[in-house]
């Protein structure tokens, strides 16, 4: 049950508490979403798939994700390069605070259970 929850505060984490350092990074890059608050929520969204994907065992998910969201950009990413940059920036991070957190929550029940 510990561990369940555990992986549960996780999803959490990296869904909500991610969301901070990632919207302060695309804020300096300079973000055009127009529509930040859906943006926002997306991300919040993706973070909690990728660590639920690392935590029943398929984190392959990531990757097949990030195609799929890749081939849904790539129409607006012939208007705008820099747009995809701050798109692809922004994902990266998602990924990276999420990788983070599931890592973490790994060691911290592989080490305390």
């Keep these: ?24 990074s695309m804020e ?11 943006a926002a929520w997306g991300g919040r969204l993706e973070r909690g798939m990728y660590v639920g994907a690392y ?20 129409g607006e990413a012939k208007e705008s390069r820099g747009r995809l940059s701050r798109f692809m920036f922004g994902t990266g991070l998602s990924i ?3 990788v ?8 911290i029940i592989s080490k305390y259970f």
């Excluded at 983070?100 to 060691?107: F, G, K, Y």
């Design 28 to 38: 300096k890059l300079g973000s055009e979403t127009e529509d930040k608050k859906s």
């Design 55 to 74: 935590f029943l065992g398929y984190p392959q998910f990531i990757g097949i994700w990030l195609i799929a969201k890749t081939v849904g950009m790539w």
């Design 100 to 107: 983070i957190v599931a890592l973490l929550a790994d060691w």
């Design 1 to 24: 049950m510990e561990i369940l929850i555990i992986k549960i505060l996780a999803i959490i984490v990296a869904s909500f508490l991610g969301h901070y350092p990632i919207k302060y």
């Design 96 to 98: 990276s605070v999420a």
